[in-house]
């Protein structure tokens, strides 16, 4: 199975260092030296990782074969793809895989459903489930333990414990403003 590790970024540098988005959360296995990486567009590789580093809070890589700003340019949006065992597990328990989380059922504490998890997005406070609902339309959970409170893998779905509002109507209105609006304090 194909999985993207990591987005090539602009150019660092004149010695072929990139700056990556990082789009694993095992970094230091993914995407150490010796790496050989598949990449999307195909024709831009393989890439073996030459070397890494951290640079103000950003990794740098130098793939072997490019040595210049220049071909370094050339992999800007490139992404980095590694071959993983399907059967292969994080190495935190809590922890999931992409390709294990999409096509849970959603339901909610009591059974409710809510859709299909049809992708996951990455952002930089949190991940996101991207839920396609019986009616074709779509909700975004965030993952997180508070919402997300069990994935059960063998059953083949996701429980949360939404907020209101989350994926329904029945959002609370946390402020009093507007109900004394006019009275000097």
């Known amino acids: 199975m194909q ?12 010695k072929g260092e990139v700056t ?6 095992e970094p230091e296995l993914r995407l150490a030296p010796g790496a050989v990486l598949g990449t999307d567009p195909a024709s831009a590789g393989p890439l073996t990782i030459a070397t890494g580093r951290v640079h103000s809070g950003r990794l740098l890589l130098r793939f072997e074969g490019v040595a210049d700003r220049t071909a370094a340019e050339e992999l800007r949006n490139t992404l ?36 299909r998890i049809t992708e996951i997005s990455h952002l930089l406070s949190q991940d996101l489930f991207i839920v396609e609902r019986p009616d074709g339309s779509e909700v975004m959970i965030p ?10 893998l063998a059953e083949q779905k996701a429980v949360i414990d939404p907020p209101p509002g989350l994926i329904d109507d029945r959002a609370e209105i946390a402020t009093s403003r507007g109900e004394d609006e006019g009275e000097p304090t």
């Open 20 to 25: 990556v988005e990082v789009r694993t959360d």
């Open 143 to 152: 993952f997180v333990e508070q919402i997300v409170t069990e994935i059960d």
């Open 80 to 115: 980095l793809i590694a071959d993983v065992d399907p059967e292969e597990l994080p190495e935190e328990e809590d922890e999931y895989y992409d390709h294990q989380l999409i096509d849970l059922d959603v339901v909610t504490r009591d059974g409710t459903e809510v859709g």
């Open 3 to 14: 999985l993207v590790v990591a987005r090539i970024g602009r150019a660092h540098g004149i």
